[in-house]
């Protein structure tokens, strides 16, 4: 495929990221409305109107530097507020709660390959119009899978964590929820330091791959 300029490439990363980041969201509102909290829903926030969703730093500010200096694009949305206590069965569901945006991710990193086909097709009708989906598609198969990757990372507040503290017993859940004052500190610098995508890297790329070969790209 042809190089794509820095103002292309952001124009093709714009809608898989918001997408990406929406959904996500969405998903954990829906699944906690289902099981008994319907905060989300009464906030509006089980909408996939992005307004609703964008974080002006991680939304537009990360993932926009991220490209530009070169690296893993990520973002995050403004979190939907869920409210354990008003799951039918607090940690059983918010389990299903926490799990509920990274499904999301790898089910839209599926649809995003298939989409990757299409720009196949159109390539031979419209070249430009073709490899811009197919490039597309590709940044959705990969702002999916990282974020799915990020999130399962056991640091609270990510996903992981949630799910993680589920299993646990509950003291020792509580105990470890204690460490959440100091997860995104812990994120950042695992983030700066490089350490964080050293280790998160190898996994994304297998997930892709395996994804492509899923979807018979590869």
């Not at 799990?99 to 089910?107: D, K």
């Amino acid at each position: 495929m042809q190089q794509l300029t820095m103002v292309q490439q952001l124009a093709v990363w714009a809608v898989p990221v918001l997408f990406a980041i929406t959904v996500h969201e969405v998903a954990h509102g829906w699944v906690a409305n289902r099981y008994g909290d319907p905060t989300a829903r009464m906030l509006g926030r089980l909408t996939l109107n992005p307004i609703k969703h964008i974080d002006p730093v991680g939304t537009i500010l990360v993932p926009g530097l991220m490209l530009l200096m070169g690296g893993i694009v990520f973002g995050w949305a403004k979190p939907v507020p869920v409210n354990q206590r008003n799951l039918r069965n607090p940690r059983k569901h918010m389990i299903l709660v926490a799990a509920a945006g990274p499904g999301a991710n790898l089910v839209m990193a599926v649809l995003w390959a298939l989409m990757i086909w299409v720009g196949v097709g159109v390539t031979g009708v419209n070249q430009s119009i073709g490899f811009g989906i197919q490039y597309m598609g590709l940044a959705g198969v990969t702002i999916n899978i990282v974020l799915m990757v990020l999130n399962l990372v056991p640091v609270p507040p990510l996903d992981g964590s949630r799910v993680l503290a589920g299993f646990l017993p509950p003291k020792l859940a509580w105990q470890y929820s204690r460490i959440e004052p100091y997860g995104l500190f812990i994120v950042l610098a695992l983030l700066l330091t490089g350490v964080l995508f050293r280790v998160l890297d190898p996994v994304v790329s297998w997930f892709r791959v395996l994804i492509l070969h899923f979807t018979g790209l590869i």
